[in-house]
Nanobody, 122 residues
Framework: QVHLVESGGGLVQAGGSLRLSCAAS????????MGWFRQAPGKEREFVAA????????SYADSVKGRFTISRDNAKNTVYLQMDSLKPEDTAVYYC???????????????WGQGTQVTVSS
């Protein structure tokens, strides 16, 4: 059974940085694409970033391009999301997801973590 656990969320001022981590177990991590999504109150879950099994291919939502960086450490079964120049509109619960194929839509991922709250104050 795939188990994903996010950490690193918190409260930060606008312009600040946070680094999210997602530790994975129950899967051959190096074979999986990993994605980060977020969901703000009253809004649908939206794509943030994704990374293929190798770091050769990454993809970002336009709203975070140039500010967020996704990376992975296959030896540690962990995917990261470095978030810089944070804005109040980045406030949301952030989820990591895993699947054998890379996708920009939530329905493309079979396994999900419980989420970690990120709050950016103005």
């Amino acid at each position: 059974q795939v188990h994903l656990v996010e950490s690193g969320g918190g409260l930060v001022q606008a312009g600040g940085s946070l680094r999210l981590s997602c530790a994975a177990s129950g899967l051959t991590f190096s074979r999986y694409a990993m994605g980060w999504f977020r969901q703000a109150p009253g809004k649908e879950r939206e794509f943030v970033a994704a990374i293929f099994w190798s770091e050769v291919f990454t993809s970002y939502a336009d709203s975070v391009k140039g500010r967020f960086t996704i990376s992975r450490d296959n030896a540690k079964n962990t995917v990261y999301l470095q978030m810089d120049s944070l804005k109040p509109e980045d406030t949301a619960v952030y989820y990591c997801a895993a699947d054998l194929s890379l996708s920009k839509v939530a329905s493309g991922y079979a396994s999900w973590g419980q989420g970690t709250q990120v709050t950016v104050s103005s």
